[in-house]
């Protein structure tokens, strides 16, 4: 039999016990707890104490490797910003876009350089071509005062003046000035009427085709030589070089592109001016504008098309 106080001091011991028991299984929580985590650190208490001071977790390694932020790191993390961080922009700045005018400029010249070189000669579909379905008109176009022909300024059917009298007269002086310098000019083609120029195109359009005659010349209406101021100019005794490119070789070609204008005429097509003019360069074609207006055409080197505003 135990009296109270036994019983009490035996509750009191119990109790005592109790705390140590839970003591020890707490110490070795933590202990237990405690090698792992040094475990989990390499076995390294120095980075597992580095670790606790910075907050991060031993998993951070892994984390590194995917972050794009970490230049410092090595190997799948070089690799991995290569391939999609945005620190390689830098790397790809210095590429130009499309956007960029040079580049688009380089893009046009490869295209126009490219598939387009077999080009095919210039066609009166051109912008100095013939305007399609076009009639002729009832009055021909002055401007300035100054008569033009071309391929979208035709003359009326019944246009038929004849040949110039001025312009002969003009050319008769230029012919006299010539033969000083050994040279004996003649014009061998001037006035041509609508009728006699729907002869001359069809005849070439038969021998050569439609779009070749367009080349070299003018359909019905739209010759200048119906006005009867435009002169094919050659030397006589030598029609080989008449109407010919060979004309322009020679010293009589030469005089005439250097002095003709002093008289009142201009080299009507010349070179390089084929898109002012809608015409191949014709080294005997002068078309009389009279004196004034041909000095200014002559200094300023334009086209009859220039100096009318309608190029
Ligand atoms: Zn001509």
Do not use: C
Not at 180 to 202: D, K
Request: charged share 30%.
């Amino acid at each position: 039999m135990r009296n109270k106080n036994d019983e009490y001091s035996a509750k009191k011991r119990r109790r005592k016990n109790k705390w140590i028991d839970g003591g020890i299984v707490l110490l070795l929580i933590i202990l237990s707890g405690s090698v792992l985590w040094i475990g989990t650190n390499g076995w390294s208490v120095e980075n597992a104490v580095d670790r606790i001071q910075n907050g991060s977790k031993p998993t951070v390694d892994f984390l590194e490797i995917e972050g794009p932020s970490d230049s410092e790191s090595t190997g799948p993390t070089k690799r991995s910003q290569e391939n999609t961080s945005p620190s390689d922009m830098p790397s790809e700045a210095p590429l130009r876009k499309p956007e960029d005018p040079l580049i688009r400029e380089e893009i046009q010249e490869e295209k126009s350089i490219g598939p387009a070189v077999p080009q095919k000669p210039i066609k009166p579909s051109n912008p100095t071509g013939y305007i399609k379905g076009q009639k002729l008109p009832k009055e021909p176009k002055l401007i300035k005062g100054v008569l033009l022909v071309n391929k979208q300024y035709p003359l009326p059917k019944d246009y038929a003046p004849g040949e110039s009298a001025e312009a002969r007269e003009a050319f008769n002086e230029l012919a006299a000035e010539a033969v000083i310098s050994g040279i004996n000019l003649q014009a061998f083609s001037t006035y041509r009427s609508y009728e006699y120029q729907t002869t001359l195109y069809n005849r070439y359009v038969d021998r050569d085709g439609r779009e070749a005659a367009d080349r070299y010349s003018a359909r019905p209406g739209y010759s200048e030589h119906q006005t009867g101021l435009a002169f094919d100019i050659g030397e006589v005794n030598h029609e080989k070089h008449w109407a010919s490119n060979s004309f322009g070789d020679t010293e009589a070609a030469k005089w005439l592109a250097a002095n003709a204008h002093r008289f009142g005429f201009i080299l009507r097509y010349p070179k390089g001016k084929e898109e002012m003019t809608g015409y191949m360069h014709e080294s005997w074609h002068y078309r009389y504008i009279g004196k004034d207006t041909a000095e200014q055409l002559f200094k300023r080197g334009i086209t009859l098309e220039e100096y009318l505003g309608v190029r």
